[in-house]
């Protein structure tokens, strides 16, 4: 990363036009005039695992990433996707950047495989649909670059650019535009989001439990309907004893028998719904906890970089004032004295320079915040596909439960084998 003691840019100073830049609104700069749907409209990535390097332990994974947005198809791996975080968090060290998933585990099976698949996938959705980020050639690089070195090229571009604060024109004037009280706001804000998360992380626990009880019912359903199958296909003979010549056991075999299809279009429809569950609801509520986790995340740099670093610059120049002084009191060599009095000079510019990126990371948390709460309505977005999906699942269920009722008739064949009508349990067990 770029070193925070760089120079401070200067605001008269002319420059090309970089597409680097921070893209600012008409207005307040400070303030972002987007809404969810504009966010979304940004750009649809998908990440998916190239067909023929699908397997059980595989050496290497390698993912198709197609762009709505740049039209544009590419072929990246794990390690491509390391280079592109690693720029992203050089060029934009104060916003949120999200984390990418850990590397393969020896072993890893498919399961971990596909769930390292999706994480990808929200994470560059996520970035794709970032203000600063979506108009960054990075970006442009990563999604749409099909030549054979992807890493170099990204590492190429963020060569010598310098981060966001080097070519953001706003940057040295970032404090005329925080309100009065930014520190208080932040710590607010950071209580609230943290609060958000929690939340989200018990939905997002529940919400996977449900899934896995509808895939688990799934699974029963099929086994139910595979042990009827089974039990009617039996070929035991029976003896004509046991029987009394009555042909009721064949025909209940044969009833139970043709009942294995409704069961498994149940477990096919439990299926269904539990996978349009696991793409609807929990994806959704994972990205919308890889954002909030990415606003903790930077939180903690604010706190321990910027912050940490201006704390450092200060107790050093205090203890540079001291020597002067007692160089001073001493009445050391001239050539000393300058020499000091000159690092003086050189920490004061790291001080205004530190001092400078602590207003401007406050700046980008200010905007950081709001983009959390852009996304915040993706509430109401997960809350309809859980809803919809319920009632479409149960809707669906129901009609086939209804369509096996009738072919039960046969099981309840009366004494000269005519059907019985359906009684409840309660009716079969009534002593009367």
Same mark, same amino acid.
């Not at 970032?130 to 090229?153: A, C, M, R, T």
């Not at 000091?340 to 602590?358: A, D, G, H, P």
């Given at each position: 990363?770029?070193?925070?003691?760089?120079?401070?840019?200067?605001?008269?100073?002319?420059?090309?036009?970089?597409?680097?830049?921070? @893209?600012?609104?008409?207005?307040?700069? +400070?303030?972002?005039?987007?809404?969810?749907?504009?966010?979304?409209?940004?750009?649809?990535?998908?990440?998916?695992?190239?067909?023929?390097?699908?397997?059980?332990?595989?050496?290497?994974?390698?993912?198709?990433?197609?762009?709505?947005?740049?039209?544009?198809?590419?072929?990246?791996?794990?390690?491509?996707?390391?280079?592109?975080?690693?720029?992203?968090? @050089?060029?934009?060290?104060? !916003?949120?950047?999200?984390?990418?998933?850990?590397?393969?585990?020896?072993?890893?099976?498919?399961?971990?495989?596909?769930?390292?698949?999706?994480?990808?996938?929200?994470?560059?959705?996520?970035?794709?649909?970032?203000?600063?980020?979506?108009?960054?050639?990075?970006?442009?690089?990563?999604?749409?670059?099909?030549?054979?070195?992807?890493?170099?090229?990204?590492?190429?571009?963020?060569?010598?650019?310098?981060?966001?604060?080097?070519?953001?024109?706003?940057?040295?004037?970032?404090?005329?535009?925080?309100?009065?009280?930014?520190?208080?706001?932040?710590?607010?804000?950071?209580?609230?989001?943290?609060?958000?998360?929690?939340?989200?992380?018990?939905?997002?626990?529940?919400?996977?439990?449900?899934? =896995?009880?509808?895939?688990?019912?799934?699974?029963?359903?099929?086994?139910?309907?595979?042990? &009827?199958?089974?039990?009617?296909?039996?070929?035991?003979?029976?003896?004509? %004893?046991?029987?009394?010549?009555?042909?009721? %056991?064949?025909?209940?075999?044969?009833?139970?028998?043709?009942?294995?299809?409704?069961?498994?279009?149940?477990?096919?429809?439990?299926?269904?719904?539990?996978?349009?569950?696991?793409?609807?609801?929990?994806?959704?509520?994972?990205?919308?906890?890889?954002?909030?986790?990415?606003?903790?995340? #930077?939180?903690?740099?604010?706190?321990?970089?910027?912050?940490?670093?201006?704390?450092?610059?200060?107790?050093?120049?205090?203890?540079?004032?001291?020597?002067?002084? =007692?160089?001073?009191?001493?009445?050391?060599?001239?050539? =000393?004295?300058?020499?000091?009095?000159? !690092?003086?000079?050189?920490?004061?510019?790291?001080?205004?320079?530190?001092?400078? !990126?602590?207003?401007?990371?406050?700046?980008?948390?200010? @905007?950081?915040?709001?983009?959390?709460?852009?996304?915040?309505?993706?509430?109401?977005?997960?809350?309809?596909?859980?809803?919809?999906?319920?009632?479409?699942?149960?809707?669906?269920?129901?009609?086939? %439960?209804?369509?096996?009722?009738?072919? &039960?008739?046969? +099981?309840?064949?009366?004494?000269?084998?005519?059907?019985?009508?359906?009684?409840?349990?309660?009716?079969? #067990?009534?002593?009367?």
């Amino acid at each position: 990363m770029k070193s925070l003691d760089s120079p401070v840019p200067q605001v008269s100073e002319p420059k090309a036009p970089d597409s680097s830049r921070m @893209q600012m609104p008409p207005g307040n700069p +400070l303030l972002l005039s987007l809404t969810l749907q504009e966010l979304l409209a940004r750009d649809a990535v998908q990440v998916e695992l190239i067909p023929e390097k699908k397997g059980l332990f595989l050496k290497h994974v390698e993912y198709e990433v197609s762009s709505q947005r740049f039209k544009s198809c590419v072929y990246r791996r794990y390690n491509d996707f390391v280079v592109f975080h690693e720029m992203l968090l @050089q060029k934009f060290p104060y !916003r949120m950047v999200p984390a990418l998933p850990p590397k393969r585990m020896l072993g890893a099976d498919r399961e971990f495989i596909e769930a390292r698949r999706r994480a990808l996938k929200r994470f560059i959705n996520l970035v794709a649909r970032h203000p600063p980020f979506s108009e960054d050639v990075v970006l442009k690089l990563f999604l749409s670059f099909s030549g054979p070195d992807v890493q170099n090229k990204l590492k190429e571009c963020a060569q010598c650019v310098g981060d966001e604060f080097m070519n953001c024109k706003l940057a040295a004037r970032a404090k005329d535009f925080l309100p009065a009280d930014i520190q208080t706001q932040f710590a607010i804000s950071r209580e609230l989001i943290r609060n958000i998360y929690n939340s989200f992380h018990k939905l997002r626990d529940r919400a996977e439990r449900m899934v =896995s009880r509808t895939i688990d019912n799934a699974a029963d359903l099929l086994i139910f309907g595979k042990e &009827l199958s089974a039990l009617g296909s039996d070929t035991t003979p029976l003896p004509s %004893w046991a029987t009394l010549n009555s042909s009721t %056991w064949g025909s209940l075999k044969q009833a139970l028998k043709g009942l294995s299809v409704e069961f498994a279009l149940l477990a096919d429809k439990a299926a269904q719904q539990g996978k349009q569950e696991e793409n609807d609801v929990v994806e959704k509520l994972n990205l919308f906890l890889d954002l909030l986790q990415s606003y903790k995340d #930077l939180c903690e740099r604010h706190e321990k970089g910027v912050l940490h670093k201006h704390q450092r610059a200060l107790h050093k120049y205090s203890l540079m004032k001291r020597q002067l002084m =007692s160089a001073a009191v001493q009445n050391r060599e001239p050539e =000393s004295v300058e020499q000091l009095e000159s !690092r003086i000079v050189e920490q004061e510019n790291v001080i205004q320079t530190m001092e400078l !990126r602590n207003y401007f990371s406050l700046y980008c948390l200010h @905007q950081e915040t709001q983009l959390v709460h852009v996304y915040l309505p993706l509430t109401s977005h997960i809350l309809g596909a859980f809803v919809s999906s319920q009632i479409q699942g149960h809707k669906e269920m129901s009609k086939v %439960w209804n369509d096996l009722q009738p072919k &039960l008739q046969c +099981l309840f064949a009366g004494p000269h084998g005519a059907p019985s009508p359906l009684r409840s349990p309660q009716d079969g #067990l009534s002593p009367h």
